[in-house]
Structures are given as C-alpha cells and as structure tokens.
Nanobody, 126 residues
C-alpha cells in the first residue's frame, strides 16, 4: 500500500520561502504521476504543480507559475515543492498526491489521484 508523508510546512512572512517534501513508501515502482495540491479554508482543493516521474515533465497551476518549482528524487522516492516569494494568499494545507493510471499533469484533477498524504500547513503572514 502506497503511503505519502509530507513535511516542510510552517509559518513564514510574505516574500519568504519554504520547501515541502513528500516521501512515498510501500511502492514497488514509481507512480506515473505525482503532484502537489492545496486547500484553503472554505475553498476547493486546487492543483499547484505536478510531474510525470518517468520523463520529468512538469506542469504548474496558473496561480503559482514562476515562484514555485516541483522536482523529484526518484532514488529516494521523494517529491519536492520549492516555494519562493510566498504571499498571504498561498496560505493553505498542502497535499502530496500520486497516481499510477488516470491522473494527468495538465488537468491535475484531484479525483484522478489515488493516493494522498495527510497534508502539511503553510501559513504566510503579511
């Protein structure tokens, strides 16, 4: 059973940076697609960034293009999200997700991802 564990969240001031990590365990082979989502109170979960683990293609949600960078270390089964120039509107719970079959990076539809982490809180103060 695939398990995803996120870390790296915290509280920062606007303009600061954080790097989130997501370690996948229980995998016999890498998920085809992995991504980061976020959900703020009262809002729907939105796709932040995703990649195909095989060829490394990446895709970013419109709200985070530029300041955020998704990457992976396949040897460590770890997904990263480097977040720079953080803004108060980036405050949310950030979730790591993975899927073997349906998910695509261009759509980042949450229901297409079969595995989810527990989430890590990111709070950006002005």
């Amino acid at each position: 059973q695939v398990q995803l564990v996120e870390s790296g969240g915290g509280s920062v001031q606007a303009g600061g940076s954080l790097r989130l990590s997501c370690v996948a365990s229980g995998v016999t082979y890498s998920p085809r697609c992995m991504g980061w989502f976020r959900q703020a109170p009262g809002k729907e979960r939105e796709g932040v960034a995703a990649l195909y683990t095989g060829d490394g293609w990446t895709y970013y949600g419109d709200s985070v293009k530029g300041p955020f960078t998704i990457s992976q270390d396949r040897a460590k089964n770890t997904l990263y999200l480097q977040m720079d120039s953080l803004k108060p509107e980036d405050t949310a719970t950030y979730y790591c997700a993975a899927d073997y079959f349906e998910a695509t990076i261009a759509t980042m539809t949450p229901s297409d991802f079969g595995y989810w982490g527990q989430g890590t809180q990111v709070t950006v103060s002005s």
